[in-house]
């Protein structure tokens, strides 16, 4: 019985690091995020650099946690909530390494576009508010995950619109730019890039939020994902009005 008990002591223990470890990279994941803002809102070149840089950290810890419930799932062989625990948190890791991809891609892009064009201050807010909604996002993403709560969560989920509206937006502000003048390309292309990774970020966060649903109720959700993405049609439509 105390050997019975001390395993499933140890077995909770090891699903408890692992949990842990997913707070920690989405820590890591929202702090880079939020970088990449602070260096585009404020033309900060360091930053940018270091953003950039920090990325690996984040990589790091992507492989640490599958190793570990590679290792968990091989020795323990879970069952019912403990399986979806080590599934979440795969799941959960792989979504984060991928925002910490696009906040790196968000700051590369910062460092060409604060060197080589003057962009204007209304685009650069707008970009930053569609940043802040997206961190916005994940912070409640992870809050969601930390309480194993699935209403917050769903919350997460049904908002993704917002995030895709504001995309709409700034997407059809920049097209105008370019087409009124096309000295403007080169920028407007960088932030065009810059606005569709923090959409794509978006994504993952919904992705995020779509695990926890099953990680607590143990049901996949099968409600259509709420998109309002209609930058194909804008682009279209303004092509057909030049002609």
Not at 40 to 46: F, Q, S
């Amino acid at each position: 019985m105390k050997e019975q008990e001390h395993i499933v002591k140890s077995f909770e223990e090891e699903l408890e690091a692992i949990s842990t470890k997913i707070a920690q990279m989405g820590g890591m994941a929202e702090a880079q995020l939020a970088a990449a803002i602070d260096c585009m809102a404020r033309r900060d070149i360091a930053l940018a650099e270091r953003t950039v840089a920090e990325d690996r950290h984040i990589d790091d810890m992507e492989r640490e946690i599958e190793e570990d419930t590679v290792l968990l799932i091989g020795k323990r062989q879970p069952l019912a909530v403990d399986l979806r625990q080590t599934i979440s948190a795969l799941k959960i890791s792989t979504d984060l390494e991928r925002v910490g991809d696009l906040a790196k891609n968000i700051a590369k892009r910062s460092i060409v576009v604060i060197g080589d064009y003057e962009t204007p201050a209304r685009l650069m807010q707008g970009l930053s508010r569609m940043g802040r909604l997206a961190q916005g996002q994940l912070k409640s993403v992870l809050d969601a995950y930390a309480n194993r709560n699935a209403e917050e969560a769903l919350h997460v989920w049904r908002s993704d619109a917002e995030i895709d509206e504001m995309y709409n937006s700034i997407f059809r502000e920049l097209l105008t730019y370019m087409m009124e003048d096309p000295r403007t390309i080169g920028a407007c292309t960088h932030l065009l890039f810059i606005a569709k990774n923090f959409e794509r970020i978006g994504d993952h966060t919904t992705n995020i939020a779509e695990t926890i649903s099953y990680l607590v109720t143990g049901e996949m959700l099968v409600d259509e994902r709420p998109k309002s993405d209609q930058t194909t049609t804008t682009a279209l439509s303004a092509l057909r009005e030049n002609k």
